[in-house]
């Protein structure tokens, strides 16, 4: 029996190296269409490569934003620092509290911010993850909190990820450098996305009568995201960033959705509810803001939380951020 485990044994960890070894080559040198199951998207849109390498060269920092792809194209570091502020911006395309959760307890004693700002979009609590997890395992590094977020998708396309990256990182010497601007986008120090150029949208049709429907797993994040950050004792507010018009009144139960984010116990701003979310000319798409959007909204949050007395006292960490 001894020597039957034994083998078994010898057998499984032969499998799971056989296994790793296949889905890295796989993932290396197999044709796109043979290897879709592994995704590689490393540069792609949000130059979530470059903010997080540059992430390693901050702390601490006043504020710190967490979220989606508004997040990253909605708070520019060089307003808030022009009022004494430094902040860093970890938003990330599809972000949904499954990544939040993830990056949050991998950087927040790095940055020790003296306030979080919790970007947070309905929609990525009705999806699943797995974009956004294929974003951060292909630009960043591959260890146990990737592992378990990657655990709590049970996806095989992010499980195929994962292993690729870490075989990558264990073989292969990747020079890859992250150009600052491309396809339109230009990073700037501090996680902000800014377009090159300026657009005003359009409205487009939308239909009526649509829902939010949250999933119970990104619920559940959420919860153990706003536990943590106060069990940590770092001051949160949470902020609905603005989408168009007919966008935010395509959906029925925006309401409820304000009372779920309210159940937090954290001030709750839902910017919809204010006159930047009904201007076009604010905006570049349906739901991003263009520069004119993000300095206004920028300055309204800043107003806002002063009046509140949300704010961190300003000038205590130098801003050493710059404009690429």
């Not at 796989?26 to 269409?33: D, E, F, I, Q």
């Not at 620092?81 to 938003?91: D, H, K």
């Not at 657009?199 to 009568?209: D, E, H, I, L, M």
Request: hydrophobic share 40%; net charge positive; aromatic share 14%.
């Amino acid at each position: 029996m001894k020597k039957l485990i034994v083998n078994f044994l010898f057998f499984m960890i032969l499998l799971a190296a056989m296994l790793f070894t296949a889905i890295g080559l796989a993932g290396k040198y197999a044709p796109s269409t043979l290897g879709r199951n592994i995704q590689n998207k490393r540069g792609a849109v949000g130059h979530m490569f470059t903010r997080l390498k540059e992430i390693h060269t901050y702390g601490p920092v006043d504020i710190l934003v967490i979220g989606s792809s508004h997040a990253y194209r909605g708070f520019d570091p060089r307003v808030f620092s022009r009022q004494g502020y430094r902040l860093f911006n970890l938003g990330s395309s599809a972000q949904t509290p499954i990544q939040t959760e993830y990056l949050v307890k991998k950087y927040i004693d790095q940055l020790r911010p003296r306030l979080v700002i919790f970007e947070l979009f309905p929609a990525v609590f009705c999806i699943d993850g797995v974009e956004s997890s294929i974003d951060l395992l292909s630009n960043g590094e591959v260890d146990w909190g990737a592992v378990k977020m990657s655990w709590a998708l049970q996806n095989l396309v992010t499980w195929n990820t994962l292993v690729y990256q870490l075989f990558n990182s264990l073989f292969y010497h990747d020079p890859y450098e992250e150009p600052l601007c491309k396809n339109g986008d230009c990073y700037v120090s501090g996680g902000f996305v800014e377009k090159q150029e300026h657009y005003v949208y359009q409205n487009s049709p939308r239909p009526s009568g649509l829902t939010w429907k949250l999933r119970s797993d990104q619920i559940s994040a959420f919860r153990r995201i706003i536990a943590f950050l106060k069990t940590k004792k770092y001051p949160a507010v949470l902020v609905q960033a603005p989408i168009t018009h007919n966008f935010y009144n395509a959906y029925e139960n925006n309401p409820e959705v304000d009372q779920f984010l309210r159940t937090s116990g954290l001030h709750y701003f839902n910017v919809n509810q204010t006159k930047i979310g009904y201007n076009n000319a604010f905006f570049n798409d349906a739901d991003h803001l263009n520069s004119q959007g993000v300095r206004v909204l920028n300055q309204f949050i800043l107003d806002a939380f002063s009046a509140e007395g949300l704010l961190p006292s300003a000038g205590n960490v130098e801003y050493q951020g710059s404009v690429n």
